[in-house]
């Protein structure tokens, strides 16, 4: 599990498309929306924001989906 990543981090996740690369932005503990998608995050229950590396997109991933790269 990822729950020590930290912004600036290099992380990679699986999609449908293979794995995908980005960079941590943020630790999200609150509620919130990106691109429309409601991202149901917590205190108790984090979840990421990522920066993709090919499409520059944000995205909402929750801990254990996340892999930390050097």
């Given at each position: 599990m990822a729950?020590?990543?930290?912004k600036g981090d290099h992380v990679e996740w699986e999609t449908s498309?293979?794995?995908?690369?980005?960079?941590?932005e943020k630790k999200q503990t609150s509620p919130t929306h990106i691109k429309g998608h409601k991202v149901a995050a917590s205190k108790d229950d984090p979840q990421f924001i990522v920066k993709s590396e090919k499409s520059g997109k944000k995205a909402a991933h929750k801990p254990e989906a996340l892999r930390?790269?050097?």
């Open positions: 729950k020590d990543l930290h498309q293979g794995k995908t690369r980005g960079v941590v930390k790269t050097s």
